[in-house]
C-alpha cells in the first residue's frame, strides 16, 4: 500500500525560505521509472505543479518558478525534500506531494497535504 | 507555462452525461498523449481517474472515460451520480519537460 505524507511549518515569514518534507511507503524511490512530485493549490484556487524528481536523480522544475525551488531524496530514508527560497504571501497553499508510476506520467498517489501559510 | 483551460462549471441531472473539455497547445496537450485527469472532492487530496489520455486506473468506475482530439482532451462522465459531485482538473506533460495543470472544473449534479 502506497501512502505519502507532507510535513513542515505551517506558518512562514516572508522572504523566509520554506522546506518541505514528503515521507512516504510501500515504494522504493530507487526503482526504475519511479518519481516523486510536489504540487500546490491556493485555498480556492487550482493545482500547480512544482517540481519532481526521479529513480535516477533527475530533477524537474515549473519554468516559472524554477529559480526558487529544489528537490532532492533521501532514497534510504524515503523522503523527498522541497525548498522554496524568498517565500510570498501568494505561496499561501495546501501543498501535496505524489508518487509518479513508472510507466505513466500520472501522479496515481498523493499525501493528504499540508497547509502554508504566509505571513508576516 | 500557461494553465489548460477548462469550463468553470458543468452540471448535469442524475443519470445524465457530461463532458469536461481540456484545451492546451500542441506543446502540451496536442504534443503528448500524457493527458491526466483527477477528480478533488472539498477538503481531500486530487484522485487519479484518467491517465495517458483514456485509460483508467483499477478501481475508477467505466462511468468515467477520456479522450483527445487536437489540443482539447476531454472528460465524460455517464450516468452522472450524486457522489460524483467535485472539481476536475486536468494536466499535461509537456515540451518543457514539465506538467501542467488546467483551470478546473466543478461539476454540479442537480
Known amino acids: 500500500q502506497i501512502t505519502l505524507k507532507e510535513s513542515g511549518p505551517t506558518l512562514v515569514k516572508p522572504t523566509q525560505t520554506l522546506t518541505l518534507t514528503c515521507t512516504f511507503s510501500g515504494f522504493s524511490l530507487s526503482t526504475s521509472g519511479v518519481g516523486v512530485g510536489w504540487i500546490r493549490q491556493p485555498p480556492g484556487k487550482a493545482l500547480e505543479w512544482l517540481a519532481l524528481?526521479?529513480?535516477?536523480?533527475?530533477?524537474l522544475y515549473s519554468p516559472s518558478l524554477k529559480s526558487r525551488l529544489s528537490i532532492t531524496k533521501d532514497t534510504s530514508k524515503n523522503q523527498v525534500v522541497l525548498t522554496m527560497t524568498n517565500i510570498d504571501p501568494v505561496d499561501t497553499a495546501t501543498y501535496y506531494c505524489a508518487h509518479r508510476k513508472s510507466t505513466s506520467l500520472s501522479f496515481a498517489y498523493w499525501g493528504q497535504g499540508t497547509l502554508v501559510t504566509v505571513s508576516s | 507555462q500557461s494553465a489548460l483551460t477548462q469550463p468553470a462549471s458543468v452540471s448535469g441531472s442524475p443519470g445524465q452525461s457530461i463532458t469536461i473539455s481540456c484545451t492546451g497547445t500542441?506543446?502540451?496537450?496536442?504534443?503528448?498523449?500524457?493527458v491526466s485527469w483527477y477528480q478533488q472532492h472539498p477538503g481531500k487530496a486530487p484522485n487519479l481517474m484518467i491517465y495517458?489520455?483514456?485509460s483508467r486506473p483499477s478501481g475508477v468506475s467505466n462511468r468515467f472515460s477520456g479522450s483527445k482530439s487536437g489540443n482539447t482532451a476531454s472528460l465524460t462522465i455517464s450516468g452522472l451520480q450524486a457522489e460524483d459531485e467535485a472539481d476536475y482538473y486536468c494536466s499535461s506533460y509537456t515540451a518543457s519537460n514539465s506538467y501542467v495543470f488546467g483551470t478546473g472544473t466543478k461539476v454540479t449534479v442537480l
Open positions: 495517458d489520455v483514456s
Open positions: 500542441g506543446s502540451d496537450v496536442g504534443g503528448y498523449n500524457f
Open positions: 524528481i526521479y529513480w535516477d536523480d533527475g530533477k
